[in-house]
């Protein structure tokens, strides 16, 4: 991250040195790379392949500067998304016939496609750019970043909108080349860390997708709009979690802890804040052991007890823990304190650190309790007091108003995660959806059927692209000549050559957007 201090006031101060020269100030200045004129060819054919091949990484410079920025937003821009066509590049970080990423944005490049990876992400603390492996094919000339970390890359894109007001959306597609869903926590790399990532780097400018449609075009100037493509089970997982046995704890401040078990032996947490209108922000997510039918309670200053059985045996285990300032659930090693089943817990008062616990006799069925007491400062308890109890279970699945529970919605299955509260109805239990989810061919149906704006395949799939006419923004990958006279609509027709004569043609007869 060092690299990144030094990198955005260094890309700036040439944007500023490039301007001053040509007699335009400071405040004039927009990147301007050389707009009009297109790269020269040194990559060869385009190979047009439907694994997304990347292409050349030649050392392209920049064009000469052709004078004074333009405003590339026309000023009544109004309408629906799928009304309009934008130019767009296929590994858009490999250089060659591209060239870099300002000089084709300030090309008027609209659509960007970065492949990403998360190797060694818990020794960078960043995600890679590169097509098969991590700098794999990544052109580091022109203004391009030098380094493969995802964050550079993105805050190249982020200043060159920050210094291009008014321009029409750009769409960011990130093709992830690897399953972020064994990344087991936000320090690990999950999705949590990825939407952390887009916001550090473009912020405000970032619109929201929160799983609705694309609004009015005039409403997405001046924004990022992200989309998520690559690994199946990444993207289903983006838009749902799948579990059983979930058990929710709300406090006064509206922090929510919620666990659940896999099915499959290992236990998980979503951590999260409630809103005033009810609907919960989920904020990290995580694995924290193995196990079965957990628990959870939480009181007012965010320390919390987690108890559960064993995934084996009839042995009962607990945790002690703190939501740290990020909504981070920080864990001690688990506890054997009983034999049992079907464990449950409650602070006696959410001011207090004092608890009860309740579980049945895995022998004669009867309620069992534990008095349990938190250390003042330590991520400790004491257990004591283990007495029959004719009081009943806790019902762990609900909390005040906030109830947790799995069932089928819309297109998922029924171990779908879902929460409900006095003013929500049934809400998935997920990360906040910052991004679009792209839907390819041979996608389940609750990738193609559910909340589905955005559609991808080869520019050659004339079944694919046909079939999704009408029905939100299709992206052509690998579209070259060939593809220009098929009939077929290509909203980002993402090309290894995008400044060709006949892209240039093609843009012009559908009167793409910059």
């Known amino acids: 991250m060092a690299q990144l201090a030094y990198f955005r006031p260094f890309l700036l101060t040439l944007a500023a040195c490039a301007a001053t020269d040509d007699g335009k100030s400071v405040d004039e200045i927009s990147m301007d790379t050389g707009i009009g004129e297109s790269p020269q060819d040194s990559s060869g054919e385009d190979s047009g392949m439907d694994d997304e091949t990347g292409g050349d990484t030649a050392d392209t410079g920049l064009p000469e500067d052709s004078g004074e920025p333009e405003d590339s937003a026309e000023p009544d821009l109004v309408g629906e998304m799928t009304s309009f066509s934008f130019r767009a590049t296929h590994n858009s970080y490999s250089g060659g016939v591209r060239s870099d990423i300002l000089t084709q944005l300030n090309n008027g490049v609209r659509g ?16 890679q750019i590169g097509h098969h492996t991590p700098g794999g094919e990544v052109d580091h000339s022109g203004f391009n970043p030098l380094s493969n970390h995802l964050s550079d890359w993105l805050n190249q894109v982020a200043d060159w909108s920050m210094l291009n007001p008014q321009h029409a959306p750009l769409t960011l597609v990130l093709d992830i080349k690897d ?44 924004r990022i709009v992200c989309v998520l493509s690559g690994d199946g089970q990444t993207r289903e997982l983006y838009k749902r979690d799948r579990g059983e046995n979930p058990s929710v704890a709300l406090n006064a401040q509206g922090q929510v802890l919620a666990v659940h078990d896999s099915g499959t ?21 995580g694995r924290y052991g193995t196990g079965e039918d957990p628990a959870v309670a939480l009181n007012n200053s965010g320390r919390f007890v987690t108890v559960h059985k064993s995934e084996n045996h009839d042995t009962l285990w607990a945790h002690v823990g703190r939501l740290d300032a990020g909504g981070e659930p920080v864990f001690s090693t688990s506890l ?55 009081s ?29 509260t006095a003013t929500q109805g049934p809400t998935r239990i997920r990360y906040p959806q910052l991004c679009y989810v792209e839907v390819q061919p041979g996608d389940s149906a ?10 991808a395949a080869s520019a050659g799939d004339s079944n694919a ?3 999704w006419n009408g029905f939100g923004m299709i992206r052509g990958w690998g579209f070259d000549e060939s593809h220009t006279s098929n009939g ?7 090309s290894d050559d995008p400044f060709s004569d006949w892209m240039d043609q093609w843009c012009i007869e559908k009167a793409c957007i910059e």
Do not use: C
């Not at 960007?112 to 995600?127: A, C, K, M, P, S």
């Open 112 to 127: 960007l496609e970065f492949d990403i990876h998360d190797n060694d992400y818990l020794l960078l603390g960043d995600y």
């Open 179 to 222: 399953n972020l869903t064994d990344n087991y926590d936000f320090q690990s790399g999950n999705l949590a860390a990825l939407n952390s990532t887009l916001l550090s780097a473009f912020g405000d400018g970032l619109h929201i997708a929160d799983g609705e449609a694309l609004p009015d075009i005039s409403l997405l100037r001046e």
């Open 265 to 285: 032996g290992f236990l998980w947490y979503w951590s999260g804040q409630m809103n005033q209108d009810g609907t919960v922000k989920w904020l990290r997510h």
């Open 336 to 390: 054997e304190y009983d034999s049992g089943v079907s464990p449950t817990v409650r602070f006696i008062d959410k001011d207090s650190d004092e608890l009860v616990e309740r579980h049945l006799s895995a022998s004669t069925g009867y309620v069992w309790s534990w008095s349990v007491s938190l250390a003042p400062t330590d991520l400790v308890a004491s257990w004591t007091g283990n007495n029959q109890s004719q």
């Open 392 to 420: 009943p279970l806790f019902n762990s699945a609900q909390d005040g108003d906030l109830f947790v529970y799995t069932s089928g919605h819309a297109w998922a299955g029924s171990d779908t995660l879902l929460y409900q």
């Open 446 to 455: 609750e990738l193609s059927h559910h909340e589905t704006y955005f559609f």
């Open 465 to 467: 692209i046909d079939s």
């Open 488 to 494: 077929l609509l290509y909203h980002y027709p993402a």
